[in-house]
């Protein structure tokens, strides 16, 4: 039993170290993440809303990315959420992406905005993403264990889009 426990402890830190040492990123991750912050700013505001959204989605697991609490994914969100740019898009591919942790995502970036102000009035917004996360269903981790599943999260995010739509 002590040897079955060993192995399967020794694998799994073969798979860690094994994970953390490659990067799957997308070489425009890996290159916009060898820039300084301020760098990476003005780079990814450069970019089309189409391909912002890309380096969002891609460049969350460049290791060369994140700093010591933050994420490129989490910035990057922030720097999509500094105008209302993006918004059409986002509710666009909102609606039509089946993978509920990219609607999180979006969700996250629309939550942003309208945290910022830049959705005053724009109570479409809210109207979207409520029926979106209507038919979100919480994963079988959570299922089997609870916890806080992304549709707790983005019930959460819900909740600030309305108040701050209005």
């Given at each position: 039993m002590k040897i079955?426990?060993?192995s399967l402890f020794c694998l799994l830190v073969l798979l860690l170290g094994y994970s953390s040492c490659h990067s799957n990123a997308s070489p425009e991750c890996q290159q916009?993440?060898?820039?300084?912050?301020?760098?990476?700013?003005?780079?990814?505001k450069s970019f089309s809303v189409?391909?912002?959204?890309?380096?969002?989605?891609?460049c969350t697991k460049e290791k060369a990315c994140k700093a010591e609490s933050e994420s490129p994914?989490?910035?990057?969100?922030?720097?999509?959420?500094?105008d209302n740019r993006a918004a059409p898009f986002l509710l666009e591919r909102l609606q039509t992406e089946s993978?509920?942790?990219?609607?999180l995502d979006i969700i996250y970036v629309l939550r942003c905005m309208a945290v910022n102000g830049?959705?005053?009035?724009?109570?479409?917004?809210?109207?979207?993403v409520t029926r979106v996360t209507g038919h979100m269903k919480a994963g079988l981790m959570y299922r089997l264990f609870g916890g806080y599943s992304n549709v707790d999260h983005?019930?959460?995010?819900?909740?600030e889009i309305e108040a701050n739509t209005r």
């Open positions: 079955l426990g060993l916009l993440c060898s820039l300084s912050r301020e760098q990476q700013y003005q780079k990814f189409e391909q912002q959204f890309k380096l969002y989605i891609d994914h989490d910035y990057y969100a922030q720097y999509m959420a500094a993978d509920q942790s990219v609607q830049h959705l005053r009035g724009e109570h479409h917004v809210a109207d979207v983005a019930k959460g995010f819900v909740k």
